[in-house]
């Protein structure tokens, strides 16, 4: 498999570094503006050699990544696709999605976030076990190409990864609140913070954990979180206008003295949050026959995201006429199993089971 890496920075270097250990015969191409990021890459093995130019680096590719800031991505992913053979699978990295979506139109295109990262850039941050248990959204548009999705879906189960289909809109606004507010808050909590270290001096500057662990992130890559903050800005003005509200509630209930229930209710929702998928459940092999049409792997693959079913792995057989064809579909845990059987058949589509 050859795969193109489009911005080899901490992404693009760990999507190198993990090809090269789960792959074998993985080659992978480089490209990027400074020669000398490229020459590191390639001495810490993060790809096997560098292009000149994007049309070299897709040039018989099978996978291409585009890792650059999002403000970048409509400009790279259009000439990624211009360049690139019938049978190459072009995806990003971006954490917004609705406006590069909007202007690419492309069934070799699947959009693409993997939620995982660090507040360090830089390829010599990379590592091949970035993405190990990390969901990647997948955002494919309605006419993907069905094999060209499950080849980028099993080459990210191999990273590691946990492969979740969700369309572009419900990204945006998840990744609003769940990863681009915290960048927010944190950015004004630092601010407050340090209007009341001058205030009061010194003996304040030895913050608790709290304090550290709430404000990581705060003050992030400045090129890359200033295009995220401006291309997501309508659905995180939204969740900044309901985090607000959430504060006024917190302001009566101290006035009033209940905050008790208050703190259970949120300890409660973070142990949902975080143990949804915790612990082993039983692999379901579900067989699905599906006419051989454009985009009918994106139409499960969403049907199933919506609903939080995570597929596990997925194969594609299309029949000797061409006209239908199989999809196997791997689902852990019984209840999910289940609703995927249920979704599915909503569909239209038989659907078996081993």
């Known amino acids: 498999m050859r795969i193109a890496v489009l911005g080899v920075g901490l992404i693009g270097g760990s999507i190198g570094l993990a090809a090269r250990e789960h792959l074998e015969d993985a080659e992978v191409v480089g490209f990027g503006r400074d020669s000398r990021h490229l020459g590191r890459a390639r001495e810490l093995g993060a790809i096997d050699r ?43 990295v971006g954490s917004t999605k609705h406006a590069l979506v909007g202007v690419i139109d492309d069934p070799r295109f699947i959009g693409g976030h993997p939620i995982a990262g660090a507040e360090t850039a830089g390829v010599e941050h990379a ?15 309605a006419h993907s190409e069905g094999l060209l999705y499950e080849r980028l879906h099993r080459f990210l189960v191999d990273l590691g990864a946990r492969p979740v289909a969700v369309d572009p809109e419900t990204h945006d606004r998840l990744v609003a609140v769940f990863s ?20 009061h001096g010194e003996a304040l500057r030895q913050v608790g954990p709290s304090f550290r662990d709430a404000t990581r992130v705060a003050g992030s890559n400045t090129a890359m979180w200033s295009d995220i903050y401006l291309s997501n ?20 209930r ?14 409660e929702h ?23 049409r454009p985009g009918i792997v994106a139409k499960v693959a969403l049907a199933l995201g919506r609903e939080g079913v995570n597929i596990v792995d997925m194969a594609l057989a299309p029949a000797a006429d061409m006209r239908s064809g199989a999809m ?5 845990g019984d209840e999910r199993a289940a609703r995927a059987r249920e979704l599915i058949a909503g569909l239209g589509f038989p659907v078996g089971e081993e």
């Open 328 to 332: 196997t579909l791997w689902i852990a």
């Open 127 to 141: 590592r091949a076990d970035l993405f190990q248990g990390a969901v990647w959204y997948l955002t494919p548009l």
């Open 50 to 92: 560098a292009a000149g130019s994007v049309e070299e680096a897709v040039e018989g590719c099978d996978l291409c990544f585009a890792c650059v800031p999002v403000g970048a991505l409509p400009e790279l992913v259009r000439r990624a696709l211009a360049a690139a053979g019938p049978g190459c699978a072009v995806t990003d």
């Open 270 to 292: 973070r142990r949902a949050l975080l143990e949804a998928d915790v612990g082993p459940a039983p692999v379901h092999e579900l067989r699905i026959t599906v006419p051989n």
């Open 233 to 252: 800005r309508v659905a995180i003005v939204e969740e900044i206008r309901q985090f607000a509200r959430g504060l006024d509630d917190v302001v009566r």
């Open 254 to 267: 101290l006035s009033e003295g209940d905050v008790a229930a208050w703190n259970d209710v949120a300890r």
């Open 180 to 199: 681009h507010l915290p960048h927010v808050l944190a950015n004004v909590l630092v601010t407050q913070a340090a209007g009341r270290l001058l205030e």
